[in-house]
């Protein structure tokens, strides 16, 4: 039987009692604590946390048992808790780091084992290596502590991590505005953590925040699952047209990610949502700093860069990568092509909590509707841009599908002439419009991922369907 368990981009996923059991978490967990050992934080405080996922609690009990047996202060979510949330926490807590029992937008079979660094961001390429390799191969080498014991010790605290993050969030933006200004403002909870959140930050006063899949149900209703793309989200689309409102939040299920829908139920695309963001920062707050975006996302960034002269830098995928980046620049905003997004001020984290915040800010700042504001960001980059993307499940020799895509050499992809081929993260071909498709293996499940963005419209169906060809799944 082989053991090994292998962390993809963010931490380690699996189908919860196939590979994902009690005594894997608690072998992660044993990685985890050696890992923080030898990078001298033993003895230190560690946050854990968890989503509404099947058992999501009681696996993040048995994370904390590993923990504190290992000598470590746990301080332990008292509830479903967002992503962002606990990654505040380690830093108000000063602990050395946090694990976090989620699988974000994964389907409802799977469960997931994220880990943080002591800045509440993603630890990098080398440490999640480094933790991986600490994972022992039999369950008999994991210490841990009955729970019980580890209360009444005082190693393992349940507690309120929102208060902390609410305070800190109104260092930030000024929330007041939101609430007074008489928005409608339509919610998709996605059965998430999100739930609740946006009536108790913006709720109260004129403006009214409706929300729907806001109860706890595993198996995510209404939806493949719980990630803030289309069809996921056409319920939430069709509610905001149906009550009138001015926009669509969406949350995905840990809710680090967001989508948005505007006000006629349309939904917004996350390279959108990217712009509308960065613009937000650089025209309406005037702040200025570098963005960092993953290659996956919108050239509208590289454009706005430009525009208020700021450094624009790209990564590979994931914010594994992003996280780091944006702690050495002190970055102006993070982000990655999924909708998740960080903001300087805040932890290096995806915070789908702040970024809807800061779009219902934009929105009352200007008085705009999303529509209005879509324009704006179109007008100031030279014209709109569309973006779409394929999600193909993959089987078969993963080397076979890199040396087709390598040889394919295309002079051109949906009409457009190919300008250079980028290999960051995957296999990005530029195109002449300044758009690309980017062709690459998912570091979460088994798929591929080809996705584009171009300013031709009527092209994006070719561009994917060449790229799907270049990479042989059709």
Known sequence: ???????????????????????????????????????GKGGQSVIVGHDKRFSAEDFAAAVAEVLAGNGFKVWLTDGPTPTPVISYAAVDKNAAGAVNITASHNPPTDNGFKVRDENGGAIDPDGLKQIEAKIPEDIANVKRIAYKIGVSQGSITKFDASLAYIKHINTL?????????????????????????????????KTKVIEIHNERNPSFPEMIRPEPIQPNVDVGLQATVENGADILIINDGD????????????????????????????????ERGPIVKTLSTTTMLNKLGKIYKV?????GVGFKYVAPKM??????????????FAFRGNVPERDGILAGLYMLDLMV??????????QNLFDKVGGEHFYDRIDTP????????????????PESIGGLKVTELITIDGYQFRLEDDGWLLIRFSGTEPIMRVYCETTHGDKVAAILQDGMKIAGLI
């Open 173 to 205: 933006i000024d929330l007041q505005p939101i609430r007074e200004a008489g928005l409608t403002v339509m919610v998709d909870a996605m059965w998430g953590n999100g739930a609740g959140w946006f009536p108790r930050l913006i709720g109260g006063d």
């Open 255 to 286: 809710a680090d990610r967001v989508g948005f829908g505007d006000e006629n139920g349309k939904f917004i695309d996350q390279l959108r949502a990217f712009g509308l963001l960065a613009y937000y920062l650089l025209e309406v707050r005037g």
């Open 394 to 409: 993959f089987k078969g020799d993963k080397a076979e599908k890199i040396d087709r895509i390598l040889a394919a050499n």
């Open 327 to 340: 702690v050495e620049l002190d970055a102006l905003i993070g982000g990655e092509e999924s909708g998740g």
């Open 365 to 374: 700042r200007t008085g705009k509707k999303p529509t209005e504001l879509l």
């Open 1 to 39: 039987m082989n053991n090994k368990i292998i962390f993809g981009t963010d931490g380690w996923r699996g189908i919860v009692a196939e590979d994902y059991t009690f005594d894997n978490v608690r072998r992660c967990t044993q990685g985890f604590a050696d890992y923080l050992n030898q990078i």
């Open 311 to 315: 450094e624009v830098v790209e990564t």
